[in-house]
């Protein structure tokens, strides 16, 4: 009778242990190459008999579908490394222009190596990639001004502030280089974040209210873009 009880209480407890690998033992981040293209891809099993894969979504904005990607913080030998995945949940390389779910909308580009890793808070080709793996644009970084497109721009000085000089021959645009624009147009930010386009002379000095070749500047130097010759 004691032999029976111990033979039933055994093969209890080998059937629940035979449960905790299932949820346990195979639970964790895999990476699969995938034949048909040599992409990586990342996984985490909940199950033997389940896999299930990182991956980003298809939205739709004003009628208009576009992919957003999603990114998983993920711990290597003790070091914690971005990731980036698509909808089809394949692990992002090179450089890519991306939106997620944080970005609210915006788009920014980002570098991620042959491991897929995110490069952050370093320079790539030029570019500073900033701590969250944004590319800087428009800004400055250790006393370098990196432009529209994310190129280091020679001749910038930080310690010249650009913008425009009134004199009582006129108003001047002085430049992050600390020269003044001279015969060219220069597209300027207002205060209300609006850009518009001005031209100055081979003096230095603002058009205003007149014609420059085709094109006409109201009284403040702006292109009016609805007078044309």
Known sequence: MKVRKKTGVFLVLLFLLALVPAVTVNAGFRRVKVKENGAYRY????YTSKTRYLKGSRTTDNAAAYKR??????????????????????MQVGWKRLTTKACKGAWYWYYFDNSGRMLKSRTKNG???????????NDWHNGIYYGEDGSAV?????????????????????QA?????????????????????????????MAKNTWVGSRHVD???????????
Do not use: P
Request: a positive charge; charged letters at 30%; proline letters at 0%.
């Open 43 to 46: 996984y985490y099993r909940y």
């Open 69 to 90: 990607w999603v990114f998983k913080n993920i711990k290597k030998n003790g070091k914690t490394y971005t990731y980036c995945f698509d909808e089809n949940g394949y």
């Open 127 to 137: 570019h500073y990639l900033q701590s969250n793996g944004r590319m800087l644009t």
């Open 154 to 174: 020679s001749g910038y000085r930080q310690d010249v502030k650009n913008g425009f000089r009134k004199t009582k021959k006129g108003v001047k645009y002085r």
């Open 177 to 205: 280089d600390g020269t003044y624009a001279q015969k060219k147009w220069v597209c300027i930010k207002d205060s209300l974040g609006k850009y518009n386009w001005y031209y100055f002379y081979s003096s230095g000095y």
């Open 219 to 229: 009284k403040n130097g702006r292109l009016d873009s609805l007078k044309k010759i």
